[in-house]
């Protein structure tokens, strides 16, 4: 069920390059980031915007479950279409790479969680033009394999060898769901920093829910804050 | 210990290791995958036995000759990798042996399709296998119900010698939850395997353990005695909860899993239209929860009584059974991998309420 509550402001700049690739581990919220940037996008930066669901490897909770909402903004979003809309085949359409290469829209790449799914890029490569995307890391403090900076530190590893890519930054989205408090986010914003720290990569943006990024118990932190509303829900959830 | 947002497959998996499992054997399938990718990085941790075999039928009879060394040991699969794993378990449970088999149930028959679905009721209740056997079943709700379960699972596995296998529609495997492990879990003292297990005969008489009985007496004593087994069973093992069951109730909904959450939401939006609904909710599938569900279905507030599956009707045959005709019992289905959303629900309650005569037959989505 999708409903379309207003977006909050939100403090991001405005992207100099085209494509933000959003990978990370399973469940650290890539495709809730996802969809909330390309609503961002759309509504603050006068240009076309197109979101691709990449995720080969995941067949529930993914970004395509957003279409209906993100359509209705005026976004276009690349999925296989029929029966494999459903699959967790590996099927690369070739609009994607269309939109990789040729358009002038601004272009969001939803992947598929870990290693295993940042594959698909691979097979991309040659595509991405040098220095035309962003590549950021969705880091969960709360998901068992990045819990600590060695652990972040082996994915950024995984994800870039398996993508061929390189990383060019950090989206803090540190939560625990309907569990998640000011608190939540704050301390996985610090696992952030020290990730940051130890990599070079610099932390593009910290998202989260807006309800509490945008209440006063909330510091800013001192990166730009994506305010998230929940899109992609279990069937027994509504979004107020 | 502090929470930790887990996929369900996840904290399946996490939950085998933190209750001793020394052996898992896998297939991969959707949606149930994130078992054995989890643990093809935790098994090796913990000194443990990870091992793809070539097929489901290959794991399976993994699973009965590890089962036989007395270590715990466990398979994960979805809907078509647990029928082609039935024969062995109908081996094990013949043999007596301790397993725990957990089905991500997909939408079938046949290769059907990788939603969620809870159409593998009767192979896991009634026996997906040949012969007189029972497995114990168990179905969580929630990813903190399914590590619990786990848990238990295997306990229950070696109390009574017996396989059991823990259901959860696509829906448990692929969400996520923040999910709690508990830090020192305890369990019940058990009789040691060492009795029975095959361990190397050095120094005593060699076991062997076996489903074969050519001697029909024999092959009658084994069947009794596994009966034995299942009788108590129904009377230690039954598990439910119930939702906002009382004496205002003018329908009683019957549902387990994924299917009962969105029940519960629906009887909340329900109850602010001043309809009172009351939801019972079955944890163990057998032993079914026969004497509570007709203590609740046959109370006189009760105008009928609701079953809601992720099948085209397969629990409503207990629920019916149990009711026993003193009520009329009503049913509302999806399948294929679609998801009864609430409102579905609401609008089959209503139908029930504004009726002056229910049917008592049943009703699918047309």
Known sequence: MLVSPPVKKSNLPIFTRRILIIVGGYGSGKSEVAVNLSRHLVETSGRQVAIADLDIVNPYFRSREANQALEALGIRCINPSGGEFYADLPIILPEIKGAIEHNDELLVLDVGGDDVGARVLSSLGKS???????????????????????????????????????????????????????????????????VSNKTGLPIKFLAGLAAIVESDEFADPDVPVLPLERHLLKPWESAD | MAKVLMKGNEAIAEAALRAGAEGYFCYPITPQTEVAEYLSKRMPEVGGVFLQGESELAVANMLFGAASTGKRIFTTSSSPGISLMQEAISYMAGAELPAVIINIMRG??????????????????????????????????????????????????????????????????????????????????????????????????????????????????????????????????VRSEKYKISKTNKVLIVAYGTMARICQ???????????????????????????????????????????????????????????????????????????PTPDEVKEQVRGIVSKKKTSGKSRKKT
Not at chain 2, 109 to 136: E, T
Not at chain 2, 188 to 213: D, M, V
Not at chain 2, 311 to 322: A, L, P
């Open chain 1, 128 to 194: 991405f033009q040098k220095d035309s995307y962003e590549m950021m890391l969705v880091l969960n403090r709360n998901r068992p394999f990045t819990s600590n900076v060695s652990g972040c530190i082996r994915m950024i590893r995984e994800i870039e060898e398996a993508s061929r890519l390189k990383f060019t930054g950090i989206i803090s989205n540190t939560h625990l769901l309907d569990d998640t408090d000011a608190e939540t986010i704050a301390s996985g914003y610090e696992l952030a920093k020290e």
């Open chain 2, 108 to 237: 079938g028959p046949g290769l059907g399709g990788i939603l969620p679905a809870q159409s593998d009721y009767f192979q896991a209740v009634k026996g997906g296998g040949h012969g007189d056997y029972r497995v114990l079943v168990l179905a969580p709700s929630t990813v903190q119900e399914a590590v619990d379960l786990t848990m238990l699972s295997f306990h229950l596995a070696d109390k009574y010698r017996n396989p059991v296998m823990l259901i959860g529609d696509g829906m448990i495997g692929q969400m996520m939850e923040a999910v709690e492990f508990p830090d020192d879990y305890q369990e019940p003292e058990l009789p040691s395997s060492s009795e029975w297990a095959a361990t190397g005969a050095e120094g005593r008489e060699a076991r062997i353990i076996k489903s074969l009985f050519l001697d029909p007496t024999g092959l009658e004593d084994n069947s009794w005695k596994l009966d034995r087994k299942y009788r108590q069973m129904i009377k230690e093992e």
């Open chain 2, 265 to 339: 939401t629906a009887i909340d939006e329900l109850e602010e239209e001043g309809i009172s609904v009351g939801l019972f909710r079955p944890i163990s599938l057998f032993p079914f929860p026969e004497q509570e569900i007709f203590k609740e279905a046959t109370k006189a507030n009760i105008k009928s009584v609701l079953t809601i599956e992720m099948s085209t009707g397969q629990m409503v045959e207990d629920v019916q059974k149990v009711v026993q005709g003193k009520k009329p019992v009503e049913f509302y289905g999806r399948t294929g991998g679609i998801v």
